[in-house]
């Protein structure tokens, strides 16, 4: 980060975007040198905030809106091992095999995981906290297992939930991806009237 000066009385000030207090401060000379000494501050960490619904409900328009007019946030790509759709898929998942998503679980790699129609998703932990930790506020997307799994390690973390218009608007935004047989079409909107119902759980 780049040095600052900071004026006479000052208690907190702000570089780079970075809200920074200073605690306790004093001074010390040695041999006519002036010395900082004993030095307290506290660095503004990133907020995480999980962006919660089933598939098909807008999380992923919602985002990009955002993004297009806030620049200054991370996005989590989601790890998993179902077979990729189109190359958009990249944008948001880094695809892996069932057997090394398994030692990431094994390895305590995941900030959340679940299983669905016998695939994995996960959320890889090292990149969100190094970008909390510099000062970052991250975004990730999940459903409502990985959130509650979020929530359980970072408590202070956001979740909102997003709702699809109607049931109806649902089924017709899945059933036009065609990526999915219709036994597993009916399996996700079972699902997402389960987890809707849950809605009023987040923030």
């Known amino acids: 980060?780049?040095?600052m000066p900071v004026q006479h009385g000052e208690k907190s000030f702000n570089p780079n975007g970075y809200d920074i207090r200073f605690d306790h401060v004093s001074f010390s000379y040695e041999k006519g040198k002036q010395v900082l000494d004993n030095v307290s501050f506290t660095a503004r960490q990133?907020?995480?905030?999980?962006?919660?619904g089933p598939s098909g409900s807008g999380k992923?328009?919602?985002?990009?809106?955002?993004?297009?007019?806030?620049?200054?946030f991370e996005f989590s790509v989601s790890t998993i091992t179902r077979?990729?759709?189109?190359?958009?898929?990249?944008?948001?998942?880094?695809f892996t095999s069932r057997e090394?998503?398994?030692?990431?679980i094994k390895d305590d790699k995941l900030l959340e995981y679940a299983e669905y129609c016998g695939n994995y998703?996960?959320?890889?932990?090292?990149?969100?906290?190094?970008?909390?930790?510099?000062g970052k506020d991250v975004f990730v997307?999940?459903?409502?297992?990985?959130?509650?799994?979020?929530?359980?390690?970072m408590p202070d973390a956001v979740s909102i939930f997003i709702l699809p218009p109607s049931l109806a608007v649902l089924k017709k935004r899945l059933s036009g991806r065609a990526t999915e047989t219709a036994e597993q079409l009916e399996k996700r909107l079972d699902k997402a009237l389960l987890e809707m119902k849950r809605a009023v759980d987040y923030d």
């Open 1 to 3: 980060m780049e040095a």
């Open 83 to 94: 077979p990729k759709r189109d190359k958009s898929d990249d944008e948001k998942y880094n």
């Open 141 to 153: 997307e999940v459903e409502t297992v990985g959130a509650a799994k979020i929530k359980e390690k």
């Open 46 to 52: 990133g907020e995480i905030t999980a962006l919660v």
């Open 100 to 104: 090394n998503f398994e030692r990431l």
């Open 121 to 134: 998703y996960g959320t890889p932990r090292e990149p969100i906290e190094n970008w909390i930790n510099d």
């Open 60 to 72: 992923d328009t919602i985002l990009k809106t955002y993004f297009a007019a806030h620049g200054d």
